[in-house]
């Protein structure tokens, strides 16, 4: 009940194409969702997220989508570009126990 | 304001060495989260601490592995006999207290010979 489902694995998009990442979780008690971003070598970077308050938050170029009902929520690259070539990672928590649940990662190529 | 700060950012150990990472949180963060993550496989919780204090240790193995966060200094997490099956990058994360936003250091990657 503690997973966090994501898909793809891998994702190959055109410089200035739509990139879209998803998620699938089953505890309801999670109540916070951040993606993160990670570069080879590096630690994950927390680039937005969202409660299930709301259905949609937009942060510059990307945007997440979050269904409740359905317990999906979905990451939406617009206008992708050669550096958002990257590993993103979903993830959720609940504010009890505090520690993130991530999903397997997708790791995403722009070409140009 | 300096981000999580890890050391070493990478380790090379024999099998049955000891391995000690340390975190230190950012500025004004109460809360120190150790996750591991396997070559190309999403991070997996394992402890979770407040000064002076596990909160929550559901993940960690049941032996050889250990995490303090004293009073002053850094967080310490230690594996001691490592085996090769201990090579994978170990990332520790800081929050503020109240919040559920956690931000990354650099990570350790640990290399069992």
């Known amino acids: 009940q503690q997973q966090v489902k994501q898909s793809p694995q891998s994702l190959i998009v055109q410089k200035g194409g739509i990139s879209i990442i998803n998620c699938a979780y089953e505890?309801?008690?999670?109540?916070?969702f951040p993606w993160y971003q990670q570069f080879p070598g590096k630690g994950p970077a927390l680039l937005i997220a969202?409660?299930?308050?709301?259905s949609e938050k937009k942060e510059g170029r990307f945007t997440i989508s979050f269904n409740k009902s359905a317990k999906q929520f979905s990451l939406h690259i617009m206008d992708s570009q050669p550096g958002d070539s990257a590993t993103y990672f979903c993830a959720a928590s609940n504010n009890a126990g505090n520690m993130l649940t991530f999903g397997g990662g997708t790791r995403l190529m722009v070409k140009p | 304001n300096a981000g999580v700060m890890q050391n070493p950012r990478h380790l090379v150990r024999r099998r049955g060495q000891e391995a000690r990472l340390r975190c230190s949180p950012m500025?004004?963060?109460?809360?120190v989260y150790w996750y591991r993550q396997l070559p190309e496989e999403g991070l997996k919780f394992m402890v979770y601490?407040?000064?002076?204090?596990?909160?929550?240790e559901s993940g960690m193995p049941k032996e050889r592995f250990s995490a303090e966060f004293p009073k002053e200094g850094p967080s310490i997490l230690r594996i001691q006999q490592v085996v090769r099956g201990d090579s994978a990058a170990y990332f520790c994360?800081?929050?503020?207290?109240?919040?559920?936003?956690?931000?990354f250091g650099p990570g350790t990657r640990l290399t069992v010979l």
């Open positions: 505890n309801t008690a999670f109540d916070y």
């Open positions: 994360a800081s929050s503020p207290p109240m919040d559920n936003e956690q931000f």
């Open positions: 601490l407040q000064k002076e204090n596990i909160i929550d």
């Open positions: 969202i409660r299930p308050d709301v």
């Open positions: 500025k004004g963060h109460s809360h």
